[in-house]
Structure formats: structure tokens, C-alpha cells
């Protein structure tokens, strides 16, 4: 009996790569022009193919596979703190930081920026995500070092170069730099004021100028960075301690030494595998105060309502490819002799995903207008900014880890595995409702804001009530809001989550009846808003109540 040949392969098919992620999204499209982008859309669509290339796909699975490694000491003994990344790694923070999105959005006036740098952050996540925590945080830096005239001579080119440094050398002799954030300790988490590392001044007095910082970091983010914003209480010289303040501290002293931010270990992820996190031990960190002695934690939020805004995009991005993912393999795979995105039960699936992603991403785009335009002076746009940044946060962050799950689960075993495009989805997931503060720390800061700043809650409000009108779904929805936010402060931190939720829905459902077609309205705020509001799981409607054909077919062109 003569041995068996091998079996071939049928009815498996591998994720989608090689196509432009922009000609295949007709609502970024949509967005891009409606937003004043137009200008940008050339290099967009150029990255997007750059993007979209099997290679690209390739280098996103390996900086993943080979994580990071910490080397802390050379052969003899010395202190080196240096990490060790794949080839890959370097390659995708290579092609991020030519795009020029790093300094963007304050490179110049021209109408549009911030549109097109959301679009570029949105298309990046959407194939690699662990690079991207550098980059927020580079970014989210700009506007809090410009505040420092001295520094920002000094760092200005540097920050808005479009090169790519890796090497770990001085400030002075690089040709870009990357900013990472230094705020988390391990007995404060999200409450920063928890923070016990001191920093004492050098010099007597030491106001406004360099400082010594002594304490631990739980979470150190992306310890490579060429400096760190960092969060320390003030030691004044006769021992009493003061408040916070925020400092910048570089990787190397300014005499040219290694400063003493030593590299305890990196962290062992669920996701955002490519990306470096570390337990640091500041001993004696030279550090340069940056504002106020004691506001160091306005100072430090002020960074941090940008990257949330970045959560806002990387969910929205990772929503995409779980969409995209799973319609373009349904479409291929048969089951119980049909295609599975013809069967019944899966379509309301797929459907449910496509409303997810768009009304995701057209809340995302919508705010980074809003940044925009906030700059300038409109009031409208300030409390879009203020209140819907950690609502959204809270949201979408929360949808993108339910929905990698199902995303998963369209894939079957195929998904469970680690070489696959969703399964990284399902771990990179969690990260962005972690990162930046939980989702009762952001339900919490919206009522904060709408608490602090009435006046910019009921201009939010009316102007959700406006966009809602003539729908009735959404109308209802905007008049109970405003009614259950009216009542006193105490009641309604318990029941914070159901507001922000149904804050984010009113005002996705409102985007979308603005700009989306009516199939992609009605199917959102039906399964949403309607008669079939509060489907627990992923697709829990009739499906047959929906468009679904043009629903999947907008999302991702047969």
C-alpha cells in the first residue's frame, strides 16, 4: 500500500492584501472632500497603496512576531538601556514619518490639515498599530513644547523633519526625534496624582529650570523615544513637597552622558506586540520643567486630549480592517453550499460590523475638523473637542474590542491563530480603551466638562438637536439626553456609562444622517436607536430590515 500524496488546499482563502485602502473606502472619500482635504488627497492615496501592499502587510505581521528586546548592559558591564527591534519595525516607522503626518496638523494654516492627518493615522492603524503609540505621542507633544520658547528652538526641526532617525543619540545630533509620556505609577494607574517620584531643583531656587527626578515608572511608554514627557511631585529644599509639574526628560544629558532612566523591563502584551513599553527606575533623570510648578497635571492632560484622539482613530482603523477582513473572505468561502456572506445569518454580521466601522469613522473625522476649528476661536467646535473626545473614546474603544471578537469568529480557527490579520485586531484591541484613561475615567471627564463648562454643554446639545431634526429616532433620543443631563451631579455618576453611550449614538446617528446615505442611516439607527435597540450580541436583528447589499457593498466594493 503506497503512502497518500498530499491533500490540497480548497475553500481556504488568505486575508485581503494589495489594494488601496482609500479607493476602497468610498465614506473617507466622502469625508476627505467635505472636510476641505482635497489638497492632501494625492499623497493619500499614494501612502494608501504603499500601505496596502502584500510587503507592508508582511512587515506589520513580523514587527509583531519578533517583539522588541532589551539589551541593559554591554559585554563589560556598562549601562546601555538600548533596545533591539525587527527590521520591520524600522521600516513602518520609516514610511509613517515620511508622510510628514508626525508635525502636520502645525506644520501650517492650510484648511484640511488635521482632516488629512486623521485620514493618515485612520489608514496606517489599519495595517500596523504598535508604531503608531510613538507617533501619538510625538505629535500630541507639539503643541505643549511650542508653549516652551527655548525648547522649541531647539527641537522644532527636529520634530518636524520627515526623516527617520533611529539611532540613539544626543538631541543635538539627530536628525528627528520621537516624544514618549511618563505618567503612570503603579500605585496610582489613571490617578496621576497618586504620582510619588520627586524632582529636585539643581540649581537653588530651580524655578523654571533643571531638575533632578528620582522615582519609579510602571508604564513608560516606548522607552526608545529620544525624550519623555514625564509627571514628578516638586521637592523644594527644605524637604517639604509641593505639587506636580511636568518635565522634559531626554535620553541623553546635556554634557553628553547616558541620563539615568534605567530600563527595569519591558512588558510582556496581550497586543501592541511592536511596540516597546518598560518598568523604568528614574535615578537622578536630569529633567527641564515645563509650565507651572504644580500644574504639571493640566500640562500632562493637555497631551493627552490629543491622544485620545488617536484612540478615537486607531479603533476606527482597527474597526475597518475587521470589516474589510472579514466581507472580502464571506465573499469567498463556501458553506453548506452557498457563499457564506449569502447566508442570512452571517449578512447581519457583516452588515453590523460595516454600520460600526463608518458611524466610527465619521465620528472620528468629525472631530479632528473640530481641532481644527477650535484652533480658531468657534466655541461650537471647542465643546465637540472637549466632551466628545473621551465620549468617543469611551465608545469606539469599547465597540472595537466586542467586534474584533466577531471578526475572529467569521474566520473560524483560521482566526485563532497567531498568524492571522484579526487575530492581532482581537489583541491590539483593548489597548486604546486601557491607554490614556479606562472607560470610567473618560465617562467621568465628560461629565466633568459638561459640569465645568455649561455653557459648552448646551451648545453641544442644541446642536445635536438640530442635525436630529426630522428624524424621530434621533430627535427622541437628543430631548432625553438633554433631560437625563440636567439632573444633579451625584445622580449621574452612577449612570454615566448609559449617558456617554447614548451621547456617542446620537451623535454618530446624527453624522451619519447628515453625510451617509439613507440605507446606512436607517440600518444604524434601526439597529441602534429602533424598534431592535438593544441587541446584546453582533448582528441580534432582522436583517432583512436592512439594505444589506448596499450596506456591504459600500464598505467595501465588490
Known amino acids: 500500500m503506497h503512502a497518500l500524496d498530499t491533500h490540497d488546499v480548497f475553500n481556504q482563502f ?10 476602497a473606502d468610498a465614506a473617507l472619500q466622502e469625508i476627505l472632500q467635505r472636510q476641505q ?32 528586546e532589551l539589551n541593559r548592559f554591554d559585554a563589560r558591564g556598562r549601562a546601555l538601556d538600548a533596545l533591539e527591534f525587527h527590521p520591520s519595525w524600522h521600516s513602518l516607522m520609516t514610511l509613517y514619518r515620511e ?40 505629535t500630541a507633544a507639539i503643541p505643549v513644547l511650542q508653549k516652551e520658547t527655548q525648547l522649541w528652538q531647539q527641537l522644532q526641526a527636529q520634530l ?21 509620556m511618563g505618567m503612570t505609577e503603579k500605585q496610582g494607574g489613571s490617578d496621576v496624582r497618586a504620582n510619588t517620584t520627586l524632582a529636585t531643583p539643581i540649581a537653588a531656587g530651580g524655578r523654571g529650570g533643571e531638575y533632578l527626578l528620582r522615582g519609579h515608572k510602571w508604564f513608560f511608554s516606548a522607552p526608545m523615544c529620544d525624550a519623555h514627557l514625564v509627571v514628578a511631585r516638586m521637592a523644594a529644599p527644605g524637604g517639604e513637597i509641593g505639587g506636580h509639574a511636568c518635565f522634559f526628560v531626554p535620553r541623553w544629558r546635556p554634557d553628553g552622558s547616558k541620563n539615568p532612566v534605567r530600563i527595569q523591563r519591558l512588558k510582556d502584551k496581550v497586543g501592541n506586540r511592536s511596540n516597546s513599553s518598560a518598568e523604568v527606575e528614574l535615578q537622578d533623570a536630569y529633567g527641564i520643567l515645563m509650565g507651572e510648578e504644580g500644574r504639571g ?51 447581519g454580521v457583516l452588515a453590523d460590523l460595516a454600520l460600526e466601522s463608518e458611524a466610527a469613522l465619521q465620528l472620528a473625522m468629525y472631530l479632528a475638523q473640530a481641532y481644527e476649528a477650535e484652533a480658531s476661536g468657534d466655541p461650537l467646535a471647542r465643546a465637540w473637542k472637549r466632551i466628545m473626545t473621551p465620549a468617543a473614546k469611551f465608545w469606539v474603544c469599547k465597540r472595537s474590542v466586542e467586534l474584533t471578537g466577531e471578526a475572529m469568529e467569521v474566520f473560524g480557527g483560521n482566526g485563532y491563530v ?27 471627564d465628560v461629565l466633568r466638562a459638561m459640569g465645568r463648562e455649561p455653557e459648552a454643554a448646551n451648545l453641544l446639545l442644541q446642536d445635536l438637536i438640530t442635525m436630529a431634526a426630522g428624524d424621530a429616532e434621533l430627535t427622541q433620543l437628543a430631548h432625553s439626553l438633554a433631560r437625563r443631563l440636567s439632573a444633579p451631579a451625584l445622580e449621574l455618576e452612577p449612570q454615566a456609562r448609559r449617558l ?59
Open 500 to 558: 456617554v453611550q447614548d451621547l456617542v449614538l446620537l451623535a454618530q446617528g446624527c453624522l451619519l444622517r447628515q453625510h451617509a446615505p439613507d440605507f446606512m442611516v436607517d440600518g444604524f439607527v434601526n439597529t441602534r436607536l429602533g424598534e431592535q435597540r438593544g441587541a446584546m450580541v453582533v448582528g441580534a436583528f432582522n436583517a432583512a430590515m436592512l439594505d444589506v447589499d448596499a450596506i456591504l457593498q459600500r464598505a467595501l466594493p465588490a
Open 297 to 347: 497635571i493640566p500640562t500632562i492632560i493637555e497631551m493627552a486630549n490629543y491622544t485620545r484622539l488617536n484612540c478615537v482613530l486607531g479603533s476606527a482603523a482597527i474597526l475597518r480592517t475587521a470589516t474589510v477582513q472579514t466581507i472580502a473572505y464571506a465573499r469567498q468561502r463556501m458553506v453548506f453550499g452557498k457563499l457564506l456572506a449569502d447566508q442570512p445569518l452571517m449578512r
Open 418 to 444: 497567531q498568524e492571522s490579520i484579526v487575530s492581532r485586531l482581537f489583541r491590539e484591541a483593548p489597548v486604546n480603551s486601557i491607554w490614556e484613561g479606562s472607560g470610567n475615567v473618560m465617562c467621568l
Open 99 to 138: 508622510q510628514g503626518l508626525i508635525s502636520l496638523p502645525f506644520e501650517s494654516d492650510s484648511p484640511g490639515r488635521w482632516s488629512a492627518w486623521a485620514a493618515g493615522f485612520y489608514l496606517h492603524g489599519q495595517v500596523e498599530q504598535g508604531t503608531l503609540c510613538p507617533a501619538t505621542m510625538t
Open 37 to 68: 482635504a482635497q489638497d492632501f488627497t494625492a499623497p493619500l492615496l499614494h501612502f494608501a497603496t504603499q500601505l496596502g501592499n502584500k510587503t507592508t502587510w508582511l512587515q506589520a505581521e513580523q514587527a509583531n512576531r519578533h517583539a522588541p
Open 160 to 180: 518636524f523633519s520627515h526623516d527617520y532617525d533611529a539611532r540613539d543619540l544626543p538631541l543635538t545630533q539627530k536628525k528627528s526625534i520621537w516624544i514618549g
Open 14 to 23: 488568505d486575508e485581503l492584501t494589495g489594494y488601496n485602502l482609500v479607493q
